[in-house]
């Protein structure tokens, strides 16, 4: 969400904050795959998720691109940035209930 202000030198640490969380996410979705599913189809079970999270990218970018044009690239940011926190509060509770 702050990757769009005014100071170059903030929205620039911001957008190295986000670059670590993606590589983060993304160590963290390969360990969870690895734990969900059994080894034999890890590759299809990942792929198929990937695929999801990719339509996922995409139906947003179709839907944040238009936003940020018309109100300002602080929205998109913002509502994606909450999304983002819900699903983080979601995950934590499932995550909690599955035993490994």
């Known amino acids: 969400m702050l990757m769009v202000n005014s100071n170059i030198y ?8 986000h670059e670590i969380g ?3 996410l993304g ?4 360990l969870f795959i690895s734990r ?5 189809s890890i590759g299809g079970s990942a792929g198929l998720l990937f695929a ?4 996922g990218h ?4 179709l839907f944040f691109s238009p936003l940020g044009f018309r109100a300002g690239l602080q929205y998109p940011f913002f509502i994606s940035g909450l999304l983002l926190i819900a699903n983080s ?5 499932v995550f909690q209930r599955i035993k490994y």
């Open 10 to 17: 903030l929205s620039l640490l911001f957008r190295f904050i």
């Open 22 to 24: 993606d590589g983060a």
């Open 27 to 30: 160590a963290l979705a390969t």
């Open 36 to 40: 969900l599913f059994e080894r034999r």
């Open 52 to 55: 999801f999270q990719t339509l």
């Open 58 to 61: 995409m139906l947003g970018a």
């Open 89 to 93: 509060i979601f995950g934590y509770f």
